[in-house]
């Protein structure tokens, strides 16, 4: 496929010429990251940062898709008259981390909502887009210790099971479920995202252990929390997983968040385990969270 790609920067529109562009994200990040292969002479000082050390912000344009990406580190290379730099860093959530934010400590002094809670550590500009369960926080319950607000907002999602997706080209965080549909469930739920055998370019599959535990124990602290037995339904729950313990799991909707999440990777997961497709066309930007099934053969 022929790619339609443009990489400038953001606050002049200057084009920056790339040999190669790599961007990721996985469920377990809360920033996108990427790397890049920059060419000719001014390539170097058109991505250093100003005065002030404050990183350019460039635009990635790949087939309609939009990302904008700071540039926090570089390497130059020179040799037998070819002149390349390797740029790299994250996409606008770094603006939450250090070194542009300091750690800090705290806790929860109102009762709040967990949506409450969590956008109580963005500052103002920053949006969530909340896709997930809510539920009452009591004052107290949530403390943090040196983190800076992308830490301390991804360790209190990921305390319940829930997982933090930047967006791409805002300032805007999804929060939702690790699953959005249980392993258990699959073959009845339609998916998202349908691979055909011919959009296959590689795939990995590789044997999986059976279904082991079918509940766990999962309970709070001493302020507000509370305890739980958490078994998926139609088993007999006799198989238990070790006992999880986070501060945040101050109400039934809070167990069932973080127990389902342990149980869903206790399950037995499908034996492909990963697979490249083509972008652009026909063949979309899968996302994280949605359910896809793959044609193979």
């Known amino acids: 496929m022929i790619h339609d790609i443009d990489i400038y920067r953001l606050h002049d529109t200057h084009p920056i010429p790339a040999a190669r562009v790599t961007i990721n994200l996985d469920a377990d990040s809360w920033a996108w990251s990427w790397s890049a292969t920059l060419l000719g002479r001014d390539a170097l000082d058109a991505v250093m940062p100003d005065a002030a050390g404050t990183p350019v912000v460039l635009v990635a344009e790949i087939d309609g898709h939009v990302w904008h990406l700071l540039v926090e580190a570089w390497r130059e290379d020179r040799s037998f008259g070819r002149r390349s730099v390797d740029v790299s860093g994250r996409g606008l959530t770094a603006w939450l981390d250090a070194p542009y934010v300091l750690p800090g400590s705290g806790a929860s002094t109102t009762d709040l909502t967990l949506q409450q809670l969590i956008a109580a550590h963005l500052p103002n500009g920053w949006t969530l887009d909340w896709q997930a369960p809510n539920w009452l926080v009591p004052a107290g319950a949530w403390t943090w210790q040196g983190l800076t607000p992308a830490q301390a907002a991804h360790a209190a ?64 602290g001493e302020t507000g929390g509370i305890l739980a037995r958490v078994r998926r339904t139609g088993t007999a729950g006799d198989r238990l997983a070790d006992t999880a313990m986070h501060p945040l799991i101050t109400h039934t909707d809070a167990a069932r968040a973080l127990g389902g999440r342990i149980l869903a990777d206790q399950h037995q997961q499908p034996s492909v385990r990963s697979v490249v497709m083509p972008l652009g066309g026909a063949y979309p930007l899968a996302q994280i969270g949605q359910l896809a099934r793959i044609e193979d053969g």
């Open 157 to 220: 999602a990921q305390g319940v099971g829930l997982v933090l997706v930047p967006s791409r080209a805002a300032q805007t965080i999804r929060v939702q479920p690790r699953y959005q549909v249980w392993p258990w469930d699959y073959a009845t739920v339609p998916p998202d995202l349908v691979i055909p055998d011919n959009a296959i370019l590689g795939l990995e599959r590789q044997a999986t252990p059976v279904t082991q535990a079918h509940a766990v124990y999962v309970h709070g």
